[in-house]
C-alpha cells in the first residue's frame, strides 16, 4: 500500500462510517468480523451489528455493536420475517446510523430479501463460499448469493479463482482472508509440539475430506508408528468410523472446541492438514499460520492463493490418500523443512494477511462503492 492510499485513508477517519453487518452468534465468522472491525475501527468509524448474543470477547471495546433479531438460522427465519416489526426495526437501525457504507460481511436471504430497500445506500458484500459447500443446504445459499450479487455496488472475495466464478470482475475485489494470530495470544500455558502429530480442525462436513486424511494416516503410520491424527471439530463422525483401522493413531475431540482451547491443539500439532475435497477458501490456514505450522492442503478453491506450496506447506490432489500419505511422511520426517515453512507462514501471516493491510484494502473497496452509488 502507498503512502497516498494511507494518506487517504487518514482522511477518512473522521467522514466514512461503514456498517458491518453478521448474521452469526460464534464461530469462524464472527472471529472473522471481530478481527477486521477492529483494524478498520483504527481509521474508519466502524459499527457492528449482529445477532442477539453474539460473542463479544474478541471485539475491541470502543466498537459498538447493536444486537437485533434476525433471521440469522432457519428456524428464526420465518418468525423474525413474519413478525414486520422485525425486518423494520433492522433497517430503522440502518438508517438511523446514518452510514456512508453497509458492509454485509456474508451473503444471507433474509438480509438479501431486504436489500431493495437499501438502494440508497452504498453495499459491499464479501462472498467467502462461491458455491455451496457439498452436503450443505445450496438453495437458500445459492438464492441469497444472487440477492447480494444483484444489489451491492461491490464485493469482496478471497481469491482469483472466486472471480472467475463469479463472473463480476467489473465490480469485484480481491482481498485475502485475514490472520488469526489473536489465537496465538488467548493463553500461555499451551502445552509444546508433539512428534507425530497431525491436527485435522473445524466442523466435521463431507466438503472436508476427513475420509482421505484418515486413509492417510494409517498409511503413514506403517513407516511412522507415532504418527497421531488428532480430529478436533463438532459435526457427524459416524460415516468414518468404519475407515478407523487402527484406534491408536487417531484422537478424537468431537465437540464444538471453544476458543479457549484453539491454542492446545494447534501447539501440539507438528502439521496441520485440510484435505479439502472442494472449498472456497478456509480460516483454517491463517489460524496454522499464526502458530507457525506448515499446512498441507489439497489444491482446490482460492487455497493455492494462500499457501506457498514448498513454501508454507505442500499442496497436494484432492481425493488422493496416497499422495497426501506421502506429503505427511516428507514433513513429519523432515524437522528442518518444518520448521522452515513455520518460519515462512508466520512471516507472510504478518505480512500480506495483516488485518492492517487487509482493512487498508477494504476502505479503499468502500470507497469504489461510494463512487458507483453517487454516479447513479
Known amino acids: 500500500m ?42 474508519i468509524d466502524v459499527t457492528i451489528i449482529a445477532p442477539v448474543g453474539i460473542d463479544k470477547s474478541n471485539f475491541l471495546k470502543p466498537i459498538r455493536i447493536i444486537e437485533l433479531k434476525v433471521g440469522n438460522v432457519m428456524n428464526n427465519f420465518l418468525v423474525n420475517t413474519i413478525i414486520p416489526w422485525r425486518p423494520a426495526i433492522f433497517l430503522r437501525a440502518l438508517f438511523r446510523e446514518k452510514p456512508s457504507v453497509i458492509h454485509f460481511t456474508e451473503p444471507n436471504l433474509w438480509s438479501g430479501i431486504l436489500l431493495p430497500f437499501l438502494h440508497e445506500l452504498p453495499v459491499v458484500t464479501t462472498v467467502h463460499d462461491v458455491h455451496s459447500h457439498l452436503g450443505s443446504r445450496s438453495l437458500d445459499h445459492d438464492f441469497a448469493q444472487k440477492l447480494h450479487v444483484f444489489f451491492s455496488d461491490r464485493l ?35 502445552p509444546s509440539e508433539e512428534e507425530g502429530a497431525v491436527l485435522f480442525f473445524g466442523r466435521i462436513e463431507p466438503y472436508k475430506g476427513l475420509k482421505y486424511l484418515i ?7 506403517q513407516k511412522l508408528p507415532n504418527v497421531k491424527l488428532i480430529i478436533a471439530g463438532s459435526g457427524d463422525i459416524s460415516r468414518y468410523e468404519g475407515l478407523i483401522v487402527d484406534k491408536r493413531v487417531i484422537e478424537m475431540h468431537n465437540r464444538y472446541i471453544p476458543d479457549s482451547e484453539v491454542p492446545i491443539f494447534f501447539r501440539r500439532a507438528s502439521i ?8 472456497t477458501q478456509s480460516g483454517i490456514i491463517p489460524i496454522a499460520y499464526a502458530f507457525g505450522k506448515p499446512v498441507i492442503a489439497s489444491r482446490v478453491g482460492d487455497i493455492p492463493d494462500v499457501i506457498e506450496s514448498e513454501k508454507t506447506g505442500i499442496l497436494v490432489e484432492s481425493g488422493n490418500s496416497k499422495v497426501l500419505a506421502n506429503a505427511m511422511i516428507r514433513l513429519l520426517t523432515n524437522e528442518q523443512l518444518r520448521n522452515e515453512m513455520g518460519f515462512n507462514a508466520r512471516r507472510k501471516m504478518e505480512t500480506e494477511l495483516s488485518w492492517r493491510i487487509i482493512a487498508g484494502r477494504t476502505v479503499e473497496v468502500y470507497r469504489k462503492a461510494m463512487n458507483r452509488k453517487n454516479k447513479k
Open 2 to 43: 502507498t503512502k497516498n492510499h494511507l494518506k487517504k485513508i487518514e482522511e477518512d477517519r473522521p467522514t466514512m462510517k461503514a456498517i458491518l453487518i453478521n448474521f452469526n452468534t460464534y464461530g469462524g465468522q464472527v472471529h472473522y468480523i471481530s478481527q477486521l472491525a477492529n483494524a478498520l475501527s483504527e481509521i
Open 156 to 190: 469482496i472475495v478471497h481469491g482469483e479463482k472466486s472471480r472467475e466464478e463469479l463472473k463480476q470482475n467489473y465490480k469485484c475485489d480481491i482481498i485475502p482472508h485475514g490472520d488469526y494470530s489473536f489465537f496465538a495470544r488467548l493463553r500461555s500455558d499451551e
Open 215 to 221: 486413509e492417510a494416516t494409517h498409511i503413514v503410520s
Open 272 to 279: 496441520v492438514v485440510l484435505p479439502y475435497i472442494e472449498a
